[in-house]
T-cell receptor, first 111, second 115 residues
Framework: GEDVEQSLFLSVREGDSSVINCTYT??????LYWYKQEPGAGLQLLTY?????DMKQDQRLTVLLNKKDKHLSLRIADTQTGDSAIYFC???????????FGKGTRLSVIA | EPEVTQTPSHQVTQMGQEVILRCVPI?????FYWYRQILGQKVEFLVS????????KSEIFDDQFSVERPDGSNFTLKIRSTKLEDSAMYFC?????????????FGSGTRLTVV
């Protein structure tokens, strides 16, 4: 079945860049998303990328997609303490099909 | 910005009791979903709902679960007889349709604790 894998923890210093990685198994995944979850809160959509794209940039966020290796990454430039959260990678085959999530990467930003 | 609203934020219930989790999706959205997240685990799909019927469900969504859209705004998840393992955060989500490429909008979740 479909699976999405992420490393569980990442710790960076304030001001550095963070790179969160994700791999997925379903080659027919069309939509790939990054969600952020702050403590006790819901899932906030950060950004998304379509499978026909290699890169997407949105302010401090850069998403890179290597479709051949089924590898997705999220880079956060100039990481701030407010970026501390759990980041979930998710994929779906079509716009309204169920999302398959990774376990989430807990990002800790050290001041 | 439009939001998906979930109530209550936290519910404690005794094993065997029925619970109803409530959601108000974004008003012009057409597709509605429930997901759950057991503490420390992945967010898992439960069920999707479109045009007043279930469009897809996972194997987690057994006969103990049901969903309903009782009026034009609410979307509910009922667990008929709760078990300890139903303790989780339950998220409601909605999307606008096939042309809505911006992903799901999730609510803040209901933390269900079964004791």
């Amino acid at each position: 079945g479909e699976d999405v894998e992420q490393s569980l923890f990442l710790s960076v210093r304030e001001g550095d860049s963070s790179v969160i990685n994700c791999t997925y198994t379903d080659s027919s995944s069309t939509y790939l998303y990054w969600y952020k979850q702050e403590p006790g809160a819901g899932l906030q959509l950060l950004t998304y990328i379509f499978s026909n794209m290699d890169m997407k940039q949105d302010q401090r966020l850069t998403v890179l997609l290597n479709k051949k290796d089924k590898h997705l990454s999220l880079r956060i430039a100039d990481t701030q303490t407010g970026d501390s959260a759990i980041y979930f990678c998710a994929e779906s085959i079509r716009a309204n099909t169920p999302l398959v999530f990774g376990k989430g990467t807990r990002l800790s930003v050290i001041a | 910005e439009p939001e998906v609203t979930q109530t209550p934020s936290h519910q404690v219930t005794q094993m065997g009791q029925e619970v109803i989790l409530r959601c108000v999706p974004i008003s012009n959205h057409l597709y509605f979903y429930w997901y759950r997240q057991i503490l420390g685990q992945k967010v898992e799909f439960l069920v999707s709902f479109y045009n007043n019927e279930i469009s897809e469900k996972s194997e987690i969504f057994d006969d103990q679960f049901s969903v309903e859209r009782p009026d034009g705004s609410n979307f509910t998840l009922k667990i008929r007889s709760t078990k300890l393992e139903d303790s989780a955060m339950y998220f409601c989500a909605s999307t606008g349709g096939p042309s809505d490429r911006h992903g799901y909008t999730f609510g803040s979740g209901t933390r269900l604790t079964v004791v």
